[in-house]
């Protein structure tokens, strides 16, 4: 948003004028704007990545042999007692 705030005064300028009168601005504006972009991509990969780990937390925490035991007794307990 900042970008946009920024590039498009210079912009309009441009196409009144033909001359870019604050270059510095028609400068910041763009980079603005890529980096905003790179910390998008960033986060959304950043996000994937984490999913992942956890799913094989998961799957591997699901093939520990004691843990399978414990739940399937827990679970035949469960059920005789109710």
Do not use: Y
């Not at 300028?13 to 603005?32: D, K, N």
């Not at 980096?35 to 094989?56: C, H, K, N, P, W």
């Amino acid at each position: 948003m900042l970008s946009l705030l920024l590039g498009v005064p210079v912009t309009l300028g441009f196409f009144e004028t033909g001359l870019v009168e604050r270059s510095p601005t028609a400068i910041l504006a763009p980079r603005i704007m890529l980096l905003a972009f790179l910390s998008l991509v960033t986060g959304m990969i950043m996000d994937s990545v984490a999913r992942g780990t956890r799913e094989v937390k998961r799957l591997a925490h699901l093939q520990l042999p004691f843990l399978l035991r414990k739940e399937l007794s827990q679970a035949f307990h469960l059920a005789n007692c109710a």
